[in-house]
Structures are given as C-alpha cells and as structure tokens.
C-alpha cells in the first residue's frame, strides 16, 4: 500500500496551459500518472500532451467524475483562487506546487480545506510520489524506487538526493510527501506521520526537516506521547544558518528564538529518532533500523 | 519585510491607533524645527532596523527642542549596530504609568493568526514568554471568520484595566487586527502600549513585519524591498535568487533551498567555512546560471566554488554551459567543484571536462574536496 495517492488516483492538473503545468503534465504521464483532464479559465476547449482542457474545475468533474486530486500551477497572485475551486468542487487532495503565495492566503485556504475534508499538500512543494505507482508533483522519477519507506520532506531537492541515495543502497520507498517549504502549510509532519502508521505497506519513516519554525519539535513530542510504532530517522537542514536570515524556502527562518536546528535535532533524538549528520547517512541508518 | 518605526507608527495612525505626536527627519535643522513645533518633553529616536537599538544608544529622552536637536545631529550620519542613521524621529514625550503588550502575529505552527496581550510589556518578548510565560495571554483566531469582539473583550481583560480603559484596549485590539489584515502582516506589534496618569493608552513604539510574498499588493513598501541586503545579496534578489552572506571563504552555489542549506552544512562539519548560500532556485537557464556564478566570482572573499546541482528540473547541460560562459566572461578563475547529477548529467559533464573543470558525482566526496581546497579553518 502507499498513502495519498496509488495507480488509481486520478488527477485534474489546474493551470495545465502554462509554461510549468504543460511540462511536467508531459512528465507525470510518462511515469505512468493518470491524469484525466487540466484547467485554465478560458483556454476551455484546447488540448495539452492529449489531456482535455476546461474552464473550471466543476466542468472538468462533470465530464471526469472520477478526478478525486488535483495538482496546482497556477502562478501566486491568482493560486488561492484555483485552491478554493478545487476544495468546493470536493476533491479529496489538493497538492500546491506553486511558490509564493501569501501567508495569509494560505492561512485561510489551509483552515478552509479542513473544514471541507480536503487534504492540501504544500504550498511551495514537490508534491506527492508513490514510486511504480503516481506521482503528483514535479521531482524526477527514476532518483525514487518502490520499497516500504515513506519520505516527508520540507525541501525538494534535498528529498531527490536522500531517495537517490536509499535507491542506490536498495531502499525503496512506499510514498514520499514533500510537503513544502512555507510557514504555513496544509500537511504537517505529523499528518504524514499519521497516514504513514495507518499504512501497512510502509515499514519506516525518514523526516526530512529544516531551520524555523517548530514543526520537527512537535512531531517529536508526537512521537513520544502517541508511541509512534514504526521506526523514524531524520536529517536537519540549516544547522550552521545564521539566525535572522531566510534560506531559500519562505519558512526557513530562525526567527524570535525560535526554529533554529539545534533543537529540532535534540527533540527528536530524546524521542529515539535517530537523526544523521549527513544526507548520505541515511541509507545506513535505515539499515540499523529496519534490522531490529 | 520589517517596516521603520515611523512607517509602522503612520499605519497606526491612520488606522485609529493612538501614538504621540511626532515627525520623521533626516537633518538636524529638520528636528530642530520638529521639536520647536511639537515642544515640551521629547524623545528622539533613530530609524534603523536593527534590533535592541535603545541599548546601543539610539533612543534619547530630552528635555527640550535644544537637546534633542543635539541629540538627533549626534545621531543622523552615525551607526547603531553597523547600520547607518538616515532618519531620526522626533516624538512627544509620554509620562507612562504603566507598559503593557500586544500584539498580532501569524503562528506558524496553528496556521493562523494568534493575539498576544500581557499587562507586563516595555520587556522583550522573548524574554518574558521565557521568565514569565503566565503573564502573556495567546488567543487563536479563525483566519476564515476574523476577529470577534470576545477576542478583543479578552485580550484587553488580561491587561488589568479599569472598566473605563479596558473599552479603549478593546477598540485598539480590533485596530491592531485590521492593520495587520489590511497589510498581510507578519507581526504587528505595540510594544509598549502605555497607560498615562490620565487614562490614555498610547502606542509609544510600532514594528511591523511585511510578508515578502505580499508585497506586491502595497507598491507604497514594495519599491523599497532591498533596503535590509548587503550589495551581494541585493544583487542576488534582482535575478530572483536566494541569497545569504558567510562569514567564510567557500562559496555555495546549488538548485533548491534544502540542498543549499545541506551542501553549506557538509562543507562545516567536514571543517570548511561557506563565504555564502546561493540557491539558484529550479529549472535556471545556462543565461541565469551564468549570472549566479559570476556573481560568486567577482565576490572577494569567495575562493573556492562549490557548485552542487541535483538535476531534476534544472538540466545538468544548462548548468555546464552557465558555468563556462561566466568563467569566460568575468576573466576571473578561482578553484571550482563541480558535482552534477540528474537531467543530462552526461553532457553536462562532457562540457565541463572540455574546458578543464573536473566532475565529481557524489555530494560527500565533493564537499571534502571542496574543504580541502579551501583549507580547513
């Protein structure tokens, strides 16, 4: 098994017509994803690498009832928008590949969608992959395999050298969640923790965590109090960040005391994670783990 | 994007919120006839954003129009923790009973916006929610449905007003809300908020932080968006680059946020110092590429470069020829590392190989060369 989206999830791509939505359209249905039609205002009618084009989310779900997850491109000023279509129209997922949207856009389309029952992955995110499977989201293919080890990453290129790394050492991986790099997010550390419990295809977790904020503390805490069953290894970025300075990701900050590595790397090694120092440890980590 | 005092303190104002009266001035001669106007007690305050400015001697109380002219020439031109005095702002002087907090951020953990009040305010925050975490109240308001009057209600009862005040704490609640609303604000902040011998509450300090994301709805703040970046570093922001200053001689230059904060990390424990974190961000063309190497390049106390790419969306090829043309157009060779992996790594590497610059393929070998070439410090 895999968690939030397999071989029979079926995707609406919003903002299929631009620059960014119409390539990696192209190469998510070279992986294999099924993706059933696209979405931009006004350009109805049009056909993008065979996928059908509409004017609204609701068009594309009368002609496609089967669409239950949509993937977003659309650029920042006009994202919320396309978010809020998508939690209305009742999708299940929404993942937001899109960078740069406004905190407080994002405060209210995050709540909304729990209201709605609607699980948002990012904004500012790689999206989604369950290897041999689906993948929603832009992180290349052939670095991820399929095994039993989910991935939940606040970064995207760090997460490909991390897979990459576990593919070469024969670690595959059940679903990988790169869930973003904003303050604000609509998935959390321990929302993935939670899908990855309930999953029985996925034998281990790795995290995959940076500087700000205090979302790697409060999985910790969670993993101690919920006595979370399946082994964790993590690796920290930003350890040696200046505080006060954000690093290339919105949420990368160490800001007002708060969110800097040191911490993150002491809560979760006092909750039995085992955390390494190098991206390249953690094949070697896993290994130990996975023995007991 | 932190906003000056005077800039925080006019969206106050404009907004309702008591402040004292008070003029922004960039010479002396303006604050003289600032005080003249104003008159009586004054306080002089320099506008730089740095924090804990009144310790470094950057807030002065004076007791009349001639002083705080002294005090506003001695300051305007000077540095107050290495950031140079362009303005000063000259304020009515407030005889202050007692000092009290609030504030509105975006709590990052909840995702949504959470009011702060503590009778207890004129201290760091920080430091009180260290020492005193009982005496600051944290009340979550729905982002979808916005502040209610209970929320204010119940902010300005933990400020332990009498009846008459607590109406005017509550009204200012609701202001502090709407300017940070109004302004997608990150922080929105009075501190101190103070209550005169008369009964008055008045913002006597204002710090507002901007989301860099929003800035382009308020065109009045975002013409200024450089204003707190070293001149790499604004430099960087023009290319769309994220870009960090280091205090070491190793420069970092790779595609994504979380692999440049993990290359800078591997390069320290494995005893190097990074001279700075250059993330080019996914997808860069050869042209941008370019651009970003030049810039580390022409950086004096870079030496050793240590370009670390996982291609994904970014093409190993584009890179190759980025780094070739910058080397070629800035005249100026210094060590390179190169580690390329990913979208047409081959050809990227074939590039690189003809003009003489070695490949290497894992992170870990190429963050000890790099160490290495660098010197370990």
């Known amino acids: 098994m895999t968690v939030l989206i397999n071989s029979e999830t079926r995707v609406v791509v919003q903002g299929i017509t631009g620059r960014e939505g119409s390539f990696h359209t192209k190469t998510m249905l070279n ?22 084009v509409y004017d609204s989310v609701k068009e594309a779900l009368r002609r496609h009832p089967e669409i239950d997850t949509s993937i977003v491109f659309v650029p920042a000023r006009y994202a919320s928008e396309a978010v809020y279509e998508a939690i209305e129209a009742g999708l299940n997922l929404v993942v937001i590949i899109t960078e740069g949207i406004p905190v ?6 995050t709540r909304y969608a729990k209201l709605n029952n609607t699980v948002i992955v990012g904004p500012n995110c790689p999206g989604v992959i369950s290897p041999g499977e689906s993948k929603v989201g832009i992180m290349p293919g052939q670095v991820f395999s399929k095994g039993r080890v989910g991935i939940v990453s606040r970064s995207g290129t760090l997460t490909y050298e991390i897979a990459y790394a576990m593919t070469k050492a024969g670690i595959g991986q059940s679903t990988s969640i790169g869930i973003g790099g904003d303050p604000v997010l609509g998935t959390t550390f321990i929302d993935a923790l939670e899908m990855f419990r309930e999953d029985d295809g996925t034998d281990a977790v790795v995290l995959i965590g940076e500087i700000g904020g205090d979302m790697e503390e409060r999985a910790a805490r969670y993993i101690i109090e919920e006595r979370y069953e399946k082994p964790v290894v993590a690796y920290i970025a930003g350890r040696t960040a200046p505080p006060g300075k954000r690093m290339g990701h919105a949420g990368a900050i160490i800001s007002m005391g708060v969110g800097d590595a040191a911490s993150k790397i002491k809560m979760l090694r006092e909750a039995g994670v085992d955390v390494a120092e190098l991206p390249s440890q953690i094949p070697g980590l896993l290994k130990k783990v996975l023995k007991k | 994007m932190k906003l000056y005092e005077y800039e925080a303190r006019n969206l106050f104002r404009e907004q309702g919120i008591p402040v004292p009266e008070f003029r922004v001035v960039s010479t002396a001669e303006e604050a003289l006839k600032a005080a003249e106007e104003i008159g009586g007690r004054l306080v002089v305050k320099a506008q730089v954003l740095v924090a804990g400015r009144g310790k470094a001697g950057g807030v002065k109380l004076a007791e009349n129009p001639e002083e705080a ?5 001695q300051m305007l031109g000077s540095e107050i923790k290495g950031e140079l005095v362009k303005k000063v702002l000259i304020s009515k002087a407030v005889d202050i009973d007692r000092e009290l907090y609030l504030s509105i951020i975006v709590d990052r953990s909840i995702g949504a916006p959470v009011i702060l009040s503590s009778p207890e305010g004129g201290v760091d925050i920080e430091e009180l929610a260290r020492s005193k975490p009982e005496k600051i109240l944290k009340i979550f308001v729905d982002p979808v449905v916005g502040i209610r009057e209970y929320h204010a209600r119940e902010a300005a009862r933990f400020l332990d007003l ?17 300017v940070f609303e109004k302004y997608s604000c990150e922080l929105a902040e009075i501190n101190p908020l103070a209550l005169t011998p008369e009964g008055s509450l008045v913002a006597i300090d204002a710090k507002i932080i901007l989301d860099d994301n929003a800035l382009y709805k308020y065109p009045e703040f975002s013409g200024e968006y450089v204003r707190d970046l070293s001149y790499y ?3 960087a922001k023009k290319m769309n680059f994220s870009y960090v200053e280091l205090d070491g001689n190793i420069g970092i230059l790779c595609n994504g946020a979380g692999l440049t904060m993990a290359t800078m990390d591997s390069v320290y424990i494995l005893g190097g110092k990074p001279a700075n974190f250059l993330d080019i961000g996914g997808g860069a063309r050869a042209d941008l590429v370019e651009r970003a190497v030049s810039l580390l390049l022409k950086h004096p106390r870079t030496e050793v470069l240590f370009i670390n790419i996982l291609g994904g969306i970014t093409r190993c090829d584009e890179v190759a020829r980025g780094i070739v043309e910058a080397i070629k157009k800035t005249g100026v060779a210094k060590k390179m590392v190169v580690r390329l992996k990913g979208t047409n790594e081959e050809e990227g590497r074939r590039i690189l190989e003809e003009n003489g610059i070695y490949v290497l393929e894992e992170m870990d070998e190429a963050a000890r060369k790099a160490v290495q070439l660098g010197g370990a410090i």
């Open chain 1, 31 to 52: 992986y294999g994803t099924k993706i059933v039609a696209g979405v931009t205002p006004g350009k109805g009618g049009s056909i993008v690498e065979g996928v059908p």
């Open chain 1, 104 to 109: 407080h856009e994002s405060m209210k389309f």
């Open chain 2, 69 to 73: 002219y002294r005090y506003a020439k």
């Open chain 2, 162 to 178: 009498d009846e008459q005040t607590l109406k005017k704490a509550q009204q200012i609640v609701i202001d502090l809300y709407k």
């Open chain 2, 233 to 235: 570093e604004a430099e």
